[in-house]
């Protein structure tokens, strides 16, 4: 689906979202929320964990439908996700995990192609459940992008990998926004990833959560290089104290 | 090797027992032997194994088949669970003997009866199994399937299915050794073909070196089929489990 610059991918309003915890009380997630996404755009939600930024992003899947509120995306859109944990089927290769969801998307090409650009060309014919924990990430990331989405969801993806795998899977998440015309949606707590990577910052905070403050990076994203980063750490930080790295 | 040297131990020690009582009631291994050749030659012994599996595997995949549909529905769906429930309990409790009793009164001295008895006994089992398999199913792949939109077929392919295997196996194993003691017991009650009505014949007769003959027979065969099918299969689906250090 091609969608034009301005017109929205995604819109979501909430106004309410609870859940019912373990001892039965009704306990409120987010609240008054709304948001919108243009097509090839990116943002990030920021905030601690357990804010609410898991919810927003598995109802903008449409896995959670049980919420007062409206989403709208168009049926054609493809939705792909990289959730908190590599979610992969162990039972399959890597290449047959990266297969199926292709297949499923319609999505014709080379494998190959993926794997050589997520590293993991040497890991081709393993089971998925022989992975290390950063390659079953960069799996996830692959079988994710190989599907060509027109939304992305990516809920915390470079937790726990170590500095130089996490610094080359936002690299490579940079090129693919920038190549591709994919809207993608990125929850993390940390700022300076939120800082490199997106077009649109928003702090989610309290509970039932709500968006506290909204920034827009006018920088473009390839002309941000380490020191224009922390700059916009240091001016979000100014602005929002509450928001922790 | 230490498998085969215990068995051979075990024949010789019978044959030392046989030969000191000296009694029509326990024949030696020699004489079991001759038997099993005569009847082999005579095209008796073939005959009569191949009606009994035959039975045993009709009645195994019918009890499979719905089975596993019944049990897949009651570990999904909590009001086919509900409803099913007290009838599971019932059929599990049932005495083969009073089912066998009740398929020949009801359905006729037949091989339909025959097989839907011993089906029936085989059923709730597979339920049961599969039941809790499916209970067991991930929430998380489930979510995976979704946001990647896989078809049905895929889903129980490549989603589904390896969570169950293990249940699966493990109620193919206990199928098996179940299964083919109820047929014999069908057999003996209303059929004029199989190990069973040999077995009876052979009982009303005091023909001990018969009844010797035919059930070593049908262990060696259950032997066979244990691992040339049942081990072989287990191995493939779990193939991708990283091995016990």
Known sequence: MQTAGAEKLLELRVDAKTYVSAAKTPVGVLRDFSFALAAGSFATFVGPSGCGKTTILRIAAGLDRDFRGERRISALARIAMVFQEPRLLPWRTVEDNIRIAMHAASVTGEIGEWLERFDLSDQRHQYAGELSLGQARRVAMARAMSIRPDLLLLDEPLVSLDDTVAARLRRELREIADSHKVGILLATHDLEEAAELSDRMLFLAGKPARVVLEKELSIPRSRRDRNAVMVLVDEIRAQAPGARD | ?245
């Open chain 2, 1 to 245: 090797m230490t498998r085969t040297l215990s068995l051979v131990g075990l024949i010789v020690l019978w044959g030392v027992i046989a030969a000191a009582v000296h009694s029509p009631l326990l024949p030696g291994p020699a004489a079991v032997a001759e038997a099993l050749l005569r009847d082999t030659r005579s095209l008796e012994l073939p005959y009569h194994l191949a009606c009994t599996l035959l039975r045993v595997v009709a009645a195994f995949m019918i009890a499979f088949s719905l089975g596993i549909v019944a049990g897949f529905a009651m570990g999904k769906s909590g009001l086919a669970d509900r409803i099913g429930d007290p009838w599971l309990v019932i059929l599990l409790n049932l005495p083969a003997l009073v089912t066998i009793i009740l398929a020949y009164i009801w359905v006729g001295l037949n091989e339909a009866a025959a097989i839907a008895a011993v089906a029936l006994n085989k059923f709730p089992n597979v339920v049961v199994l599969t039941r809790e398999g499916t209970r067991a199913l991930s929430v998380e792949l489930e979510d995976v399937a979704d946001v990647f939109r896989l078809s049905w077929p895929v889903r129980i392919r490549h989603v589904v299915l390896p969570q169950l295997a293990p249940y699966l196996a493990a109620a193919f194993r206990s199928g098996i050794s179940i299964i083919w003691k109820i047929v014999l017991v069908v057999e003996l009650i209303g059929r004029p073909n199989g190990v069973g009505f040999v077995l009876g014949s052979a009982f009303s007769l005091f023909d001990m070196v018969t009844i010797f003959a035919y059930s070593f027979a049908f262990i060696a065969i259950m032997l066979a089929v244990e691992s040339l099918l049942v081990q072989p299969l287990e191995r493939n689906a779990n193939r991708w489990r990283r091995k016990a250090a």
